[in-house]
């Protein structure tokens, strides 16, 4: 695969058939008008050209050149979004069509989409003006195990996420062949249920290690917010001078690694979650960007966690309209994964400003 990729996107795993290609922007140039071109990326894939590039009139364009076919262009205008402090990116293509989103991540009401026209254009050549800028988070819908870096909080929820991506391609794969073994009802629905299980675990892995990460890239919490919150009597004290004392670690690190590496908040807990990144670092849930009514999904989906752990049996998830119980199946998996993917995006750009 011949490519022109300054910002290194994951293009190594992606399919020339269907795809889609997410990443954020942080500082970046991609307003500077002394090249009349600012490329993203120009890439082959199989037999297909992939190009996203602004252009003179300050367009994004998106454009995918299919062998033997026809060329399918998506642009937005930038007037109006602040894209050179920050700017979220989504290409996505299939057999039925392209598309290309722009937010400038910072007003909701200004995500600009734009689906394909076909025409004609004049070939591009690879020009040495590239966008520079912090690339901050990048994702597909599906990533390679092996391209997983789990040394970090984003690692260990990509690791979790491109478990779940393994597992529903699995599944839907068997399900879809009569003669497979496995194909019956109840085993769809335990794995199904398992996804969710990982995709919750994978969520408390995040924020509890980017909980960490924060302190140790130099932002400043408020350890006396968090006592107040999880420690109102000060039971801990102790415990947590002792910890400092044995490891030289931060105030900080007492508060999360004390009782036997449990410390005093609990990630899965969705409430205690959204209080210490409130009271620690600031960062109010509710405002994360475009974040809407995710952070109830997501409630709803580590209940579901809770009900299979510690109950017996298949948690339903509701009732159809003649009372039969509902179990959790492929597509509940599958926009699962998608909002714990949009909530993690969008808390993990925050506590990199």
Known sequence: MSRYNPLNLPF???SEE?????????????????????????????????????????????????????????????????????????CTWSNDGDSLSVSDVF???????????????????????????????TGSYRKSLADVELSDAKGLWDWHLTSVHNLIDGLSACWSVEECKWRNALFKST?????????????????RSRFAEMDKEGKEPNVGALLKRFDPKGYSKKEREEHRNATGGSELSGVLEIRNGKG???????QQCKDAYNKGYGIKFGELWNIGLTPRR????????????????????????????????IPQVEEAASDFSCFVEALHVETLL
Request: hydrophobic content about 40%; glycine content about 8%; some cysteine.
């Open 12 to 14: 190594d795993s992606a």
């Open 298 to 329: 997501i409630q709803n989906y580590i209940k579901y966690r809770h009900a299979a752990i510690h109950s017996k049996g298949v948690p339903t998830i509701g009732y159809d309209t003649k009372g039969y119980p509902l179990l959790v199946d």
């Open 191 to 207: 794995l199904a249920m398992q996804c969710i299980v990982i995709l919750v675990t994978g969520f408390e892995a995040y924020t």
């Open 18 to 90: 269907a795809g889609s290609l997410q990443f954020t922007l942080v500082d970046s140039d991609v307003l500077d008008l002394s090249e009349d071109n600012r490329y993203f990326f120009d890439v082959q894939l199989g037999g297909s050209k992939f190009v996203l590039f602004r252009d003179k009139y300050l367009n994004i364009r998106f454009i995918h050149s299919r062998p033997e076919s026809d060329i399918r262009i998506a642009t937005i205008g930038l007037a109006g979004l602040r894209v050179n402090e920050r700017v979220s990116i989504i």
């Open 107 to 137: 007003s909701p009401s200004f995500i600009y989409a734009a689906q394909q026209t076909k025409g004609v254009i004049l070939p591009l050549g690879v020009s040495s003006a590239s966008v520079h800028g912090k690339l901050w988070s």
């Open 264 to 270: 005093l908040i609990n990630f899965q807990n969705f």
